[in-house]
């Protein structure tokens, strides 16, 4: 299992200097390194996590999203039954999701069970580009989270800007 913290630092729960500095300079956040602890102390009763990598952990007001990849192939299972264990202990919703290069895919993953149904890419004059995503209306209401905050996660996680837009 690879952290954005060293093993000995979510093992023991004390940052060192380096890892210290990563939360310092704003690398890491204090969601990362209480997820870091978390993972290290349930690898032993869940020994499939010992493949997968936490890139990034988000918290939202009403949500933490941990941004995973690894394990062998998609293993959706594990990582709803690990989402349950962490939400039940920190008593707040937590989406695992795995790490993609699609927009669109990493959105589907947050806002499940509302659908996505299409994403566009708008190239903006200065060479920059902004992602539309397209939600149908009446998922609004099945959304865990609104659509500000699930726009910020993807800011947070990919420094892409997206705009969601209810058809």
Known sequence: MRTPICFFCAKSGVLCPKCQEKLDRGEISKADIEISKWFIEHETNNP?????????TVELPRMIIV???GGKGS???LLSKLSKQLSEEKKI?????EKSSSIKRLL????VPARVIGANTV????GS?????????????KMP?????AEEAIKKLTGETIHIIFE
């Open 93 to 97: 919703p937590i989406r695992i999701i």
């Open 145 to 149: 989270i609104d659509a500000r905050s």
């Open 108 to 111: 589907e993953q947050i806002v």
């Open 123 to 126: 190239w903006l004059p200065d």
């Open 48 to 56: 499939q996590i010992k493949d997968y990598i936490i890139h990034k």
């Open 75 to 77: 293993n959706r299972a």
């Open 67 to 69: 941004m995973v990849s």
């Open 129 to 141: 580009w902004e992602s539309t995503i397209r939600i149908p209306r009446s998922d609004i209401k």
